[in-house]
């Protein structure tokens, strides 16, 4: 459960400077992969290095097509790659899909919120509303905590 603490740190960091400022500081992301490698390489998380490298590497493909659909950041494919070397391939391949989920309802949320549904629901590939995206870092952090518990034995 130790390694549970630098990546609630990390969402909770990213998660207000993307609400906040719409971007994710890449150095709090170089931090957190600096950190979390270090962990893996020692043993001190619950994952060794290979294992971390991986869930780095599945973290990064899988945000990979959103990225280039314009559909998130760069910086939101980069926080799921650093979440994959605390995670592992197998729990950061389910934190990407709860956070996709999350972010469906999110952006349906948002565009609720500022009552510009008809714009979402006709543009339905993108998660804008008029030129303003969705911050979404708070998806990454509700699908990550869900695989999280999902995943403990």
């Given amino acids: ?60 493909l899988i945000f990979s097509f959103p990225y280039y659909k314009a559909w998130i950041g760069a910086g939101d494919v980069k926080l799921m790659g650093v979440l994959g070397i605390y995670l592992g391939p197998s729990v950061t391949m389910t934190a990407a899909v709860y956070s996709m989920l999350a972010g469906g309802v999110l952006a349906l949320i948002y565009s609720l919120q500022q009552a510009q549904i008809k714009k979402v629901l006709g543009n339905l590939s993108e998660l804008r509303v008029g030129n303003q995206r969705m911050p979404y870092a708070l998806a990454i952090f509700l699908g990550t905590c869900l695989a999280i518990y999902t995943s403990r034995e």
């Avoid at 957190?32 to 893996?40: K, P, Q």
């Fill in 1 to 60: 459960m130790f390694y549970l603490l630098p990546i609630l740190g990390l969402l909770l960091v990213v998660c207000f400077t993307d609400l906040r400022y719409r971007k994710i500081p890449n150095v709090v992301l170089v931090v957190g992969a600096v950190y979390g490698l270090m962990l893996s390489s020692l043993r001190l998380g619950h994952i060794g290095l290979s294992d971390a490298l991986l869930g780095f590497l599945i973290g990064l």
